[in-house]
């Protein structure tokens, strides 16, 4: 059974950064894709970032485009969302997700496993 397990969330004053983790477990993740969504309190859950594992592909939402940067260890199936400039419209439950498909898909319903999220607020 996969597991997604979050971690690096927290308050941080506007300017700052954060970098959240996400420890994948239970299959191979060699191929597939690994994204970040992020869901505010009254908002549907949106994209931010993704890439396949197989090559250098990667997207990312414009909001956050040139701040955030999604990365990963292999070794440790471990994918990292390194999130810089931060502004108070960045407050979220960051969610870790992973598809079995191939497309760097900005879709929700596209990802087939999900972790239990992790809090980050940013204050003004």
């Known amino acids: 059974q996969v597991q997604l397990v979050e971690s690096g969330g927290g308050l941080v004053q506007a300017g700052g950064s954060l970098r959240l983790s996400c420890a994948a477990s239970g299959r191979s993740f060699s191929s597939g894709v690994m994204g970040w969504f992020r869901q505010a309190p009254g908002k549907e859950r949106e994209f931010v970032a993704a890439f396949r594992w197989s090559d250098t592909t990667t997207s990312y939402a414009d909001p956050v485009k040139g701040r955030f940067t999604i990365s990963r260890d292999n070794a440790r199936n471990t994918v990292y969302l390194q999130m810089n400039s931060l502004k108070p419209e960045d407050t979220a439950v960051y969610f870790c997700?992973?598809?079995?498909?191939?497309?760097?898909?900005?879709?929700?319903?596209?990802?087939?496993?999900w972790g239990q999220g992790t809090q980050v607020t940013v204050s003004s």
């Open positions: 997700a992973a598809g079995v498909g191939l497309v760097v898909s900005r879709q929700v319903s596209t990802y087939d496993y």
